[in-house]
């Protein structure tokens, strides 16, 4: 199945790189291209871009696991047994596990409208929110993915575990909402989280959950050829916009909970028991893997509530931004992104199977990374003690 994965990679850039290029030829040809933002929101001079590019990520990831769902409870499915005879003991699985994909499917092309939508008529944070929100309770609930399913031996546990949950997917949405604002950068970190839980996914044999990861990241590295600045003087050629970033985050946020299941008989996936005897702290994986944009969110949300400020209103003042004004070049600043979030991602991978101590070095690990980035970024900011060292 590893090696399926690795195929279903390059499914989803098959469709994501002329999906991408049709939506940007769109967008130029509709003027559907960057603005300015609302109002009170700080951004840098709108470039004449198109900010389709969302629709290429999203059709990368979708339309192959729709075309699966339709293949899988019809007569197609025995003649992909019969062409690819690795995937057919996972077939019945899959087709077990229709309802939920369809429920994802369903709360990502909400999320891509709305984004779409407010990439034309900006519809305020509150808005996105509540839909957010709403996408997450849905998903949650329905399909049963829960975060700290423990909680249901205690009253109102498994209303708590649900709000958790839809706590967790809106933070990880935002936050990778929050990271698109440089070329290159949101994408390209998706990608590196999605390698490092599509890892931990294989090592767990939790197959559906690997196959999904695999279509997002093809989705990603297919709209990457189109935004990341290959050439220092020539920047993006397509934005992603709210109707990629929202589904980015929230696809992310989804999988990265399927993935914590441990101490379970049979895995969520179905078929193989993923995750049996795995150690309680394999549930801090995710929080692991997604540590850098969840630094980018935090600081970015303080700094900006310390300035009176309100958290959802866009500024220059993200961790990307400050490396700019420490003396990055914008693209240098994306590969240090890109190169943190690697360290703390391969650290994580493994981490369902480490004794106590050992998982508590990838803990450590973890924070002097995240110490070290704010100890430099406390160091070089104007003002500080340790200004112009």
Not at 7 to 17: Q, R
Not at 62 to 83: C, E, K, T, Y
Not at 159 to 169: F, N
Request: net charge positive; hydrophobic share 60%.
């Amino acid at each position: 199945m590893p090696v399926l994965c690795a195929l279903l990679v390059l499914v989803g850039l098959a469709v994501a790189v002329p999906a991408t290029w049709a939506a940007r030829a769109i967008g130029r040809r509709l003027n559907a291209l960057d603005a300015p933002g609302v109002a009170g929101q700080v951004k840098e001079a709108p470039r004449r871009v198109p900010n389709t590019g969302g629709i290429g990520i999203f059709l990368g990831f979708a339309a192959p696991i729709a075309a699966a769902l339709v293949a899988v409870n019809s007569g197609a499915a025995d003649r992909l047994a019969a062409g690819f005879p690795a995937v057919a003991p996972h077939l019945p699985g899959l087709a077990a596990r229709t309802g939920d994909a369809l429920i994802l499917l369903g709360a990502i092309l909400v999320l891509h409208v709305v984004g779409l939508i407010d990439d034309r008529r900006p519809l305020g944070p509150f808005g996105k929110l509540g839909v957010m929100a709403l996408a997450a309770a849905a998903a949650a609930y329905l399909t049963d993915t829960r975060l700290l399913t423990m909680l249901d031996a205690f009253p109102a546990g498994h209303l708590l575990s649900v709000a958790l949950t839809v706590l967790w997917i809106i933070v990880i949405t935002n936050a990778f909402n929050f990271l698109d604002n440089m070329d290159g950068l949101s994408a390209g970190v998706a990608a590196i989280c999605g390698a490092s839980l599509l890892a931990a996914a294989v090592v767990a044999e939790q197959w559906f959950v690997g196959a999904a990861l695999a279509l997002l990241i093809g989705a990603l590295l297919g709209f990457l050829v189109f935004n990341f600045p290959w050439r220092a003087a020539r920047g993006a050629s397509v934005f992603m916009g709210d109707g990629g970033s929202l589904v980015v985050g929230f696809v992310l946020a989804f999988l990265s909970v399927r993935i914590t299941w441990v101490g379970t008989a049979v895995g969520p996936e179905g078929g193989a028991a993923a995750g049996v005897g795995a150690p309680a702290w394999g549930v801090l994986m995710p929080v692991i893997v997604l540590a850098v944009p969840l630094y980018d969110f935090a600081s970015v949300t303080i700094i900006r509530l310390s300035q009176g400020r309100s958290p959802f209103v866009g500024d220059l003042q993200h961790f990307s931004h400050r490396l700019v004004r420490h003396g990055l070049s914008r693209r240098a600043a994306v590969l240090v992104i890109y190169g943190c979030t690697a360290v703390t991602g391969i650290g994580a991978i493994s981490l369902p199977k480490l004794e106590w101590w050992q998982a508590a070095l990838v803990g450590v690990q973890t924070l002097i990374v995240l110490m070290v980035i704010a100890l430099y970024e406390w160091a070089r900011t104007p003002g500080s003690n340790g200004a112009a060292r």
